[in-house]
């Protein structure tokens, strides 16, 4: 596609609940980023995928928390028992190669409400 | 460890006046640099990077950036505030890596308000 897609905008779940986001990216990128932006900071690094494995997943705050990349394409997050302090906007963003260089795309991010 | 400091969480210019977004970064060698706006409720959009080269670096709508080694800073400036400057701004670092994946590490972030 012509950009980063991530459905759904909005997502407001239960305390306890399981939740996936998904995360469409450039076509032809082989580089996939997941972040966290909690209100009034900063994006926070989740995980980073190089074509289907996870090359990194060093920012995964916890097990709750698990992303795939099946085909090496889309990706979906996925957040299991989910707690309140979950609530955040995740972003995510594609790269052609993964090198810092080239910069990234971000998605418009999807907005997780635990309630 | 990288880091990120971002002086002002808000800064408040007069349509017209110097934009000036302050940014400080710590790391063991001098990384790559980038500034991102964000819109409401719109993913980040890249205004400019530094990766090697010239210090000064040329941006979308008018935004540049200067890399000074000496005093670990990328601050980011625009001669002439717009009223559609108006936004979060955020400073960030990466490693210099050019075969794997490298993640950003973002600042806090300012957010820039334009009076008319």
């Known amino acids: 596609g012509a950009g980063v897609s991530q459905t759904p905008s909005n997502k407001v779940t239960e305390k306890g609940k399981y939740v996936e986001l998904r995360c469409d990216p450039i076509?032809?990128?082989?580089?996939l980023y997941w972040y966290r932006q909690s209100l009034g900071q900063g994006p926070e690094f989740l995980i980073y995928?190089?074509?289907?494995?996870?090359?990194?997943d060093s920012g995964l705050p916890n097990d709750r928390f698990f992303a795939v990349r099946p085909e090496g394409s889309v990706s979906t997050l996925k957040i299991q028992r989910t707690e309140r302090g979950d609530s955040a906007v995740y972003l995510c963003?594609?790269?052609?190669?993964?090198?810092?260089?080239?910069?990234?795309?971000f998605g418009s991010g999807t907005r997780l409400t635990v309630v | 460890a990288q880091s990120v400091t971002q002086l002002g969480s808000h800064v408040s210019v007069s349509e017209g006046a110097l934009v000036l977004l302050r940014c400080n970064y710590s790391?063991?060698?001098?990384?790559?640099l980038f500034w991102y706006v964000q819109y409401p409720n719109q993913g980040l959009q890249l205004l400019l990077k530094?990766?090697?080269?010239?210090?000064l670096v040329k941006g979308i709508n008018g935004f540049e950036a200067e890399f000074k080694k000496s005093e670990t800073s990328f601050h980011l400036t625009k001669p002439s505030a717009h009223m559609s400057d108006a936004a979060e701004y955020f400073c960030?670092?990466?490693?210099?890596?050019?075969?794997?994946?490298?993640?950003?590490?973002f600042g806090e972030g300012t957010q820039l308000t334009v009076n008319p």
């Open positions: 076509s032809g990128h082989t580089a």
């Open positions: 963003a594609s790269s052609l190669k993964g090198a810092s260089s080239y910069g990234y795309t």
């Open positions: 790391s063991s060698v001098p990384p790559y």
């Open positions: 960030a670092v990466s490693d210099r890596v050019e075969t794997s994946g490298s993640r950003l590490t």
């Open positions: 995928f190089q074509g289907t494995g996870a090359a990194d």
């Open positions: 530094y990766t090697t080269g010239a210090t």
